[in-house]
């Protein structure tokens, strides 16, 4: 074992994800000014922060991301009202509670999948080669849980190895009339079994009848940890109808009850993964990126630190996609993480794009191993 693995093993408990299948290959691809820069770069810096990360690991940044939720009215109305929060790394003790329900389907069963067509109105899968892609990566489910007259079904999923988007709907009883604009969930709790820190937003999608029983959500989730074949507990709790007047919130009760529900996705994503094992500089700072992964949908770059305040810099650098085509399309962090020295960025793609396509990645000016 090489002294740089030795010393990226030391935070293994931070992201373990990052040194599996890290074969000594990986490090001798690189030339041997490069190793010897990377080592001497990780023993300088990472000896250094050693002593401060178990303090800054509650503290630091582990994952910002935005729940667009089902908010109260007035804020809905702006752009569906974005709530920050943060959610921090936990460490699992012990057993995790078995799942009573688990939803998987076969690689045949997705190979002949019509995905909803409102997925891919919000995905921006307009072309055939667009829509077959989107049919590869998604899982129908069909899981529905009732509570006080209103069911709530989890209809359909697509998902990449870090992303998830989920479709539901919410049916009210016969003669009850659903206001879209006002409707939301008070509670929402989403956990995975292989525990990471993960994020979501909650769309209210565009009510064609609004004078029905029925409105539509979609849920876009990112997590640190490999979505596929990791069961998933969702909760919904608490709806109910808000208006703000004045200042103040009107709510009017449907149900206190919870909608849950268990299930689990098929390693169905189509993502590479590629290592790259660089030093890049951001200004006078340096940092480590240790691996690319690239699905149809989105980019996730796995990085760690070498220096502490480089991360909020990091968060705002694009990543450039250089198709053959001879098409540029830069891409803005939507979701970043970081605990400890490990620093992760996921970005989201504005359509569907065929990775055949794609010639070059480049990041902080640095064109990445493709």
């Known amino acids: 074992m090489s002294k740089m693995e030795e010393l990226l093993e030391l935070e293994e408990t931070i992201a373990p994800e990052l040194l599996e299948h890290m074969a000594e290959a990986d ?21 250094a922060l050693q002593a401060d990360s178990a303090a800054k690991q509650k503290s630091d940044t582990v994952l910002f991301m935005t729940e667009q939720a089902m908010q109260p009215a007035e804020q809905h109305r702006k752009k569906q009202n974005k709530l920050r929060f943060r959610l ?6 012990g057993a995790v ?16 999948l019509s995905t909803d067509e409102r997925l891919l109105k919000l995905l921006h899968a307009d072309s055939q080669s667009q829509i077959a892609q989107m049919n590869e990566m998604a899982t129908p489910l069909g899981i529905s849980d009732t509570v006080d007259g209103y069911t709530l079904t989890l209809q359909e999923a697509i998902n990449d190895q870090h992303h998830l988007w989920l479709l539901l709907d919410l049916t009210a009883p016969e003669g009850v009339v659903l206001d879209a604009e006002r409707l939301y969930f008070r509670k929402s709790w989403l956990h995975f079994e292989k525990m990471g820190s993960h994020g979501y937003t909650t769309y209210t999608l565009p ?53 849950k529900f268990e299930f689990v996705v098929p390693d169905n994503d189509t993502t590479i993964s590629m290592w790259q094992w660089k030093v ?46 001879g098409e540029m399309i830069e891409l803005s962090s939507n979701s970043s ?30 064109t990445l191993n493709w």
């Open 27 to 47: 490090m001798q691809k690189l030339s041997v000014q490069e190793q010897q820069r990377v080592e001497q770069m990780v023993l300088q810096k990472i000896t």
């Open 97 to 112: 509670a078995a799942c009573a329900l688990l939803f998987s389907l076969s690689t045949a069963a997705v190979a002949t």
């Open 280 to 325: 890049l500089e951001h200004g006078d700072k340096n940092f480590l990126l240790t691996k690319m992964e690239v699905s149809p949908l989105s980019i996730t770059l796995k990085t760690r630190r070498l220096e502490w305040d480089i991360y909020a810099m990091l968060r705002e650098e694009p990543v450039h996609v250089y198709l053959k085509s």
């Open 337 to 366: 993480g970081g605990g400890g020295l490990v620093m992760d960025f996921s970005y989201t793609m504005p359509e569907p794009i065929d990775l055949a396509e794609i010639d070059h990645v480049v990041f902080c000016g640095e």
């Open 207 to 259: 009510d064609e009848n609004p004078t029905d029983n029925q409105v539509s959500f979609m849920m876009e989730i990112n997590t640190r940890r490999t979505v596929t074949n990791n069961p998933i507990t969702l909760e919904k709790g608490d709806l109910g109808l808000s208006n703000w007047a004045d200042g103040e919130e009107q709510w009017t009760q449907l149900s206190k009850g919870s909608w």
């Open 88 to 93: 921090g790394k936990r460490r699992w003790i």
